[in-house]
């Protein structure tokens, strides 16, 4: 468990470094296991492997292509008013917290005579009147920076598509024959896993949009649809974007209902009945339970990981641990199988002895005598 | 460019089609089970499989020899060496179960390995091809068990 942690931080570490790639990486992986069934479906219906592809992959564009086109004028219209956006809805967040406060010093006087209100009120003023200043820039800069390597994406969803089973091939063609049939029958079953893990979680990902834009719809928050989707998708970050999501959707509701803070408490209700939901409907039928990580573990990660890569860790460290213990667990099952692991001795040292010029002709010895005692 | 691999893959649809398995697929399906199939190398008196080991797909061998270790008495009578186009371990290719014999090269062989999850795959996704080599197995298979109950001397199933 030790080891795992450790190669778990040194890959967080590492991700750190290369993190352009690594999203789009990830965001590829995963639409490349969704589109894969339609690729194989057109491939049995008689249709040319490549053209499968291609053809799959240029609609899926021209369609995302034509969403942005779509939605690109809203976009740039909002973007301008970014800074005036933000702000309206800090000072709704703000709004609702006083009242919160104000509710419970009148239920607990102590908070009244502790200046709760006034401390709490202070300190969000300094950071909602600097907010802007200080970190919309950062922001807006940050998310021009993903743009390039997003176009990755496409490309690498393209490749994946294209050319995974001869990326396997090469990969296995680097095993030794010791290990090489289990490896195979490992690879292959890694290959599943983040299948159904992939696909699960875009299905996952649908109903928590699905169940989140109705409630929002339902209390008359708008846009519903789009906080659904976008708190649906916050929530592949364990935990932290869960939160995120959740604060995200009070804020609106707060800001667009000002005078009924019941509204706010009710999105913070739907938010924590979609999350039951989530944990005991959706996930066992989509994404399963097949990663058992320990909850205590879980927080130790994101500690771990902030530290050592900051917000990269805290955002990958659940996954990376993830991916870290199942390789970890194939290659414990390869390398520590001692039958395999004999024989994989014998065949290096056959070959040492072929590569030795003058050696004499070997009789095949008795194959029996090379496994293991 | 286009020459040249055209010329490579057709050299290696040749190789393949020579074995018996592939014998019936056209060029196009024999390319298209060639993206699934795992070349290996063994050095003379490397073991392909031991008695035991779970079995995850068949072996064919593409050039030299292999020989065959039962440790089963009814197995002890037949043939016990593999050469070119012979195939090995084609009952794991139906079920996981472990294998009856331990298997090495007797001389350099080339083989060229299918794993049961990826003819799974094919047969789902190109029938055609699962089936003409579903057929050529069952031929081998019914040749070998019919020898084997009339004792005569040839290769097992493994």
């Known amino acids: 468990m030790v080891l795992t942690i450790l190669i778990t931080c040194s890959v967080l570490f590492l991700f750190q470094k290369i993190i352009l790639l690594v999203v789009p990486g990830l965001l590829a992986l995963m639409i490349y296991y969704c589109l894969r069934p339609l690729v194989d479906r057109l491939v049995l219906r008689g249709v040319r492997h490549e053209i499968a592809v291609t053809a799959t992959v240029a609609v899926v564009l021209v369609i995302t292509i034509g969403i942005f086109l779509r939605t690109a004028p809203l976009l740039l219209t909002r973007a301008a008013q970014l800074q005036n956006t933000a702000g309206h809805y800090l000072s709704g967040g703000q709004n609702l917290l006083r009242k919160t406060i104000d509710v419970l010093e009148e239920a607990a006087p102590v908070l009244k005579r502790a200046s709760l209100g006034k401390q709490v009120d202070l300190q969000i003023k300094d950071y909602t009147d600097q907010f802007a200043k200080r970190h919309l820039g950062t922001v807006v800069l940050e998310l021009l920076k993903w743009l ?35 490896s195979l029958l490992l690879f292959s079953r890694l290959d599943d896993s983040l299948r159904s893990f992939f696909q699960g979680l875009v299905l996952l990902t649908f109903l928590d949009t699905i169940c989140l834009a109705a409630g929002l719809f ?7 649809f789009v906080l659904g989707l976008a708190a649906a998708i916050l929530s592949w970050i364990p935990y932290l974007g869960s939160a995120i999501g959740c604060i995200m959707v009070v804020l609106v509701a707060a800001s667009d209902f000002p005078d009924h803070p019941s509204i706010a408490y009710s999105c913070l209700a739907l938010f924590l009945l979609v999350r039951l939901l989530d944990d005991f409907v ?92 | ?125 190109n029938t055609k091809i699962g089936v003409k080599i579903l057929v050529r197995l069952s031929s081998t298979m019914s040749r070998r068990v019919r020898n084997l109950l009339l004792g005569q001397r040839i290769t097992p199933s493994l």
């Open chain 2, 1 to 125: 460019m286009n020459l040249f691999s055209t010329l490579a893959n057709r050299e290696k649809v040749e190789k393949l089609r020579n074995l018996d398995v592939f014998r019936d697929l056209t060029f196009k399906e024999t390319l298209e089970v060639d993206e699934l199939l795992h070349e290996r190398v063994y050095e003379k008196g490397e073991i392909v499989f031991e008695e035991g080991d779970m079995g995850h797909g068949i072996f064919v061998v593409v050039s030299g020899k292999v020989r065959v270790d039962p440790s089963q008495e009814l197995l002890k009578s037949t043939v016990l060496e593999f050469g070119p186009g012979e195939m090995l371990g084609e009952l794991s290719l139906f079920e996981e179960a472990p294998r009856f014999a331990t298997v090495a090269a007797v001389e350099r062989t080339v083989m060229v390995a299918l794993l049961r999850a990826e003819f799974s795959s094919l047969l789902t996704k």
């Open chain 1, 148 to 182: 390039p390597s997003l176009f990755l994406v496409p490309y690498l969803t393209y490749f994946l598509l294209m050319d995974s089973t001869r990326l396997k091939k090469f990969l296995i063609r680097s095993i030794p024959n010791a290990f090489f049939e289990k």
């Open chain 1, 218 to 224: 339902a209390l008359g928050v708008s846009p519903a």
């Open chain 1, 282 to 373: 959706f996930l066992p039928l989509t994404i399963g339970r097949k990663l058992h990580i320990h909850p205590l573990l879980s927080v130790l990660m994101f500690f771990l990981g902030a530290t050592v890569a900051g917000g990269t860790g805290l955002v990958l460290a659940l996954p990376v641990l993830g991916v870290v213990s199942v390789v970890g667990e194939i290659v414990a099952q390869v390398v520590m199988d001692r039958r395999l692991r004999s024989r994989y001795r014998a065949a290096r040292l056959l070959a040492t002895t072929r590569s030795q010029p003058g050696t004499p002709s070997q009789p095949v010895p008795n194959v029996s005598l090379t496994r293991e005692a």
